[in-house]
Nanobody, 121 residues
Framework: QLQAFGGGLVQPGASLRLSCAASGRTLSGSIMGWFRQAPGKEREFVAAIRSGVTDYAHSVKGRFAISRDNAKNTVYLQMNSLEPEDTAVYFC??????????????????WGQGTQVTVSS
């Protein structure tokens, strides 16, 4: 089971750190990803990590950073320079598929409940 938290309402340019804690299973060895879904839009890939290797959507590259703490069984998404376009519900997810499919949400078996991020002045 995955539980995501850390969302909130912030102004443009602010930062937030999302956390995703796993219970009942270990995250080590799995691809851990963050996805987001804005109202009226499809769920989209944000970032993924496995064994220290990371990948980011073009829209967040240079602003967001994904990391993991295997000892705490937790994955983080540090979000800096937030923009109104980042407003969405953010989901963490886990996959045991190969790295090559990391951006495909249908390859993730384990999902958190989502946390709302709103960027507005």
């Amino acid at each position: 089971q995955l539980q995501a938290f850390g969302g909130g309402l912030v102004q443009p340019g602010a930062s937030l750190r999302l956390s995703c804690a796993a219970s009942g299973r270990t995250l080590s060895g799995s691809i851990m990803g963050w996805f987001r879904q804005a109202p009226g839009k499809e769920r989209e890939f944000v970032a993924a990590i496995r064994s220290g290797v990371t990948d980011y959507a073009h829209s967040v590259k240079g602003r967001f950073a994904i990391s993991r703490d295997n000892a705490k069984n937790t994955v983080y998404l540090q979000m800096n320079s937030l923009e109104p376009e980042d407003t969405a519900v953010y989901f963490c997810a886990g996959s045991t598929f190969i790295w090559g499919v990391r951006q495909h949400s249908n390859k993730y078996y384990y999902w958190g409940q989502g946390t709302q991020v709103t960027v507005s002045s």
